[in-house]
């Protein structure tokens, strides 16, 4: 009897031992962490900013066509007069030439404004609402890396979680497994029913195998989202979320997406670019005015004081219109593309509107449904660990077997994991709600 309770110690230590053993040398990360690394490292969000850098500079780019053209130069230029003279009589015969060489030098500074340009000015707003559509990408992969980091986060914590319970699951079943061998030899089991357990527990270390594959994906993905290369793994420390505060009405949420939606934000401005567009092509039949200012010195030497400027200087001021009256079509040909451009950035604006209410009430429905599936599963904890709780005390006591003690504890894992799931759960689902409304 004594040799049958130090083996069943023994099993209960080894399965103990299972659950707590380290699987590698990693590095354990918090959520913060993460999404630091993510944010410093993130291809995607370089891009986004790359692009937004782009806009920003073709929105200088278009103002700068309006804006005054300041220029200067200085300028020298020798000539050279042959003529035929007579040396006698002083007219021009066919007698041999002599050569007259005279130089020029000019010094001006010029200064030129378009008064009049329609389809410049298109060309700034559309530029200006270029660069804040690329600002609401921008703000779209912020907010989209902020829910992949928090995905693969809470899904690293599940999987880590699901491997205890799998080892648990396993030490359960060699135990079982261990017993029922014994009560075969003893003739008080069957064949059969021994081959089932076997097969149980031939189940029970498949997905042991499962749950090991898995949690080295997770651990990968992870790892590559927040862009660095050792082992990782996720802080399993999870605050229980404070639901005491009610959720907005639906209808509401979708205005207030509506309104911050990077994405909407972004298919809106972009389809008021295009309408710009649209215009400032349509306005490129009409004329256009410039002006300009010109003062400068000109003379067959240069300069050597003012007052020799002053005698040789000079100035002219202009105004020019002109009018596009025929360039080969190539307007009509601006127009029908801007005119396409701008109705194909209506329907992504219509497209966007439907998925941010669709993405909505996705949202919503999750988030309410991880609300109450978290309100459940505190009864079930509490009686998971009562029951564990009193199993041990049996246990000490020797009224309860080691496999019954294998079995309650893995009724506790399982029931720690689910707990897991529906905190991490919640907070998916309210990540991807703060993900619509643009927040990260």
């Known amino acids: 009897m004594k040799r049958t309770i130090a083996a069943a110690a023994a099993c209960l230590a080894l399965a103990a031992g299972a659950l707590t053993e380290p699987l590698a040398p990693v590095h354990t990360f918090t959520l913060q962490e993460c999404l630091d690394l ?25 103002v700068s066509a309006m804006l005054p053209r300041v220029t200067a130069g200085s300028s020298y230029s020798q000539s050279c007069r042959t003529a035929a003279i007579d040396p006698l009589l002083g007219v021009s015969s066919s007698a041999p030439t002599r050569e007259a060489l005279s130089d020029q030098y000019g010094t001006s500074i010029t200064v030129s ?14 530029a200006a609402y270029s660069r804040r559509a690329a600002g609401a990408a921008y703000d779209q992969a912020r907010a989209a890396l902020s829910y992949n980091v928090k995905q693969a986060y809470y899904g690293l914590v599940k999987l880590q979680k699901a491997l205890l319970v799998a080892r648990a699951a396993v030490g359960q079943s060699e135990e079982q497994a261990k017993r029922a061998r014994l009560m075969n030899q003893l003739g008080s089991l069957s064949r059969s029913d021994l081959l089932k357990i076997e097969v149980q527990l031939t189940q029970s270390r498949v997905n042991l195998l499962t749950a090991k ?24 420390l999870l605050a229980v979320p404070d639901t005491s505060a009610a959720v907005p009405p639906q209808d509401s949420l979708v205005e207030r997406a509506l309104t911050a939606n990077p994405t909407y934000r972004s298919a809106r401005d972009s389809y008021r670019a295009a309408a710009l567009g649209s215009w400032s092509s349509w306005a490129g039949k009409l004329p256009s005015l410039s002006g300009s200012y010109s003062y400068g010195y000109g003379n067959n030497r240069q300069y050597r004081d003012w007052e020799e400027w002053k005698w040789h200087d000079s100035w002219s001021v202009s105004l020019s219109l002109s009018w596009n009256i025929f360039d080969g079509f190539g307007t009509e040909a601006s127009i029908r593309q801007a005119s396409a451009q701008k109705r194909i950035a209506e329907a992504d604006l219509f497209t966007a509107r439907q998925n941010v209410g669709g993405q909505v009430d996705q949202a919503y429905l999750a988030l309410t449904a991880a609300r109450e599936g978290l309100s459940l599963v505190g009864t079930l904890l509490q ?25 309650s504890q893995v009724t506790y894992n399982q029931a720690q994991q689910t707990v897991t799931n529906a905190i991490c759960d919640y907070y998916l689902a309210e990540a991807k709600l703060r993900q619509v409304m643009g927040q990260w």
């Open 38 to 62: 993510a944010f410093r490292q993130s291809p995607d969000l370089d891009r986004a900013g790359g692009i937004l850098s782009i806009s920003s500079a073709g929105l200088v780019s278009s």
């Open 113 to 126: 404004q378009a008064l009049v340009n329609l389809p410049s000015w298109g060309r700034i707003g559309q």
């Open 213 to 236: 594959t898995s949690l080295a994906a997770g651990r990968q993905a992870l790892a590559t989202i927040i862009g660095v290369s050792a082992d990782v793994a996720a802080d399993t």
């Open 383 to 407: 009686q998971a660990e009562e029951d564990y709780r009193l199993t041990s005390e049996r246990y000490r006591l020797g009224s309860a077997s080691s496999l019954d003690l294998l079995t």
